[in-house]
Every structure is written in structure tokens, then in C-alpha cells.
């Protein structure tokens, strides 16, 4: 005697699988908009401390020293490494202790992390490090 009448497994397979999908946290790719305040362009100026070249977005983390000579480690979000790439920007550009100014957008948590449209060298080269497409002034904050 069959216990499984076999014309029901693909439809309990099926089943499980989407209760076992649908119970998952996906990873979405977000916004600018979500993360980050287009009312609030930035400017940041200093030394490098880590560069992350990684998909779908990079990041560079940078000691920023305030009036007052307070430290505050910064995160900015860049575009992907492949993109970065193409622009000429590659880990070898920002070694540890770079000195850079980071133009773009605070995040809306009002932590010390943003989104990076234009990075500048103390050589005064400039990188377009991320898009912001949705940023209503991300041509005003990339001049």
C-alpha cells in the first residue's frame, strides 16, 4: 500500500518551498530617497580609514575632525566597484590616511554616514562615487 499517492507530491513540494521562500527576509535594494535627505547636501573633508569595494554598493569611512578636534568616523556609500572602476577610482586611489572631501547627503538618521556624489583628492582630482538619481539637487551638490 502507497502511503503518498504520487500526484500529490509535486503539489506539497510546491507548498513548502513557497512557505519556506515567503517566510525569508529578502534584501531589497533601496532608494536614495529611503536612507538618505536630499535637503541636507553635505560637505566633509578627511582622512581615509577604510574603503569597502563591494556590491551593490561600496563604502569609504573616513576620520572627520570637528572645530573643537573631536574625531568622528564617517561612512559614505559609493556606487558599485565595477562602476568605480571605470571611472579610475580603484582601492590603490585611496589608501588608509588619504586626505579627500566628500560632496553629497546626510542620512536621514542624522548619523555620521551619507551618500558621497563627488569625492575630491587633495591632488584635486575628482571621482563621481555615486548618482543619487533621485536626489532632486545632485547637480547642485556634484559642482
Known sequence: MQLLNTRFLGP????????IFASTP????????????SNQPIQVKGKV???ELVN???????????????????????????GL????????TLPIGTEVTI???RAKSG????YAVVTVL?????????GAQDAPTAREVAQ
Open 12 to 19: 506539497i513540494v510546491l507548498a513548502v518551498t513557497s512557505v
Open 26 to 37: 529578502a534584501n531589497a535594494h533601496h532608494a536614495f530617497s529611503a536612507e538618505f535627505d
Open 49 to 51: 580609514t577604510k574603503l
Open 56 to 82: 551593490p554598493h561600496s563604502w569609504l569611512y573616513l576620520d572627520v575632525q570637528d572645530a573643537s578636534g573631536n574625531v568622528t568616523n564617517w561612512g559614505f556609500e559609493f556606487g558599485t566597484p565595477f
Open 85 to 92: 572602476r571605470q571611472k579610475g577610482l580603484a582601492k590603490s
Open 103 to 105: 560632496k553629497g547627503y
Open 111 to 114: 548619523k555620521a554616514f551619507g
Open 122 to 130: 587633495a591632488d584635486g582630482r575628482s571621482f563621481e562615487t555615486g
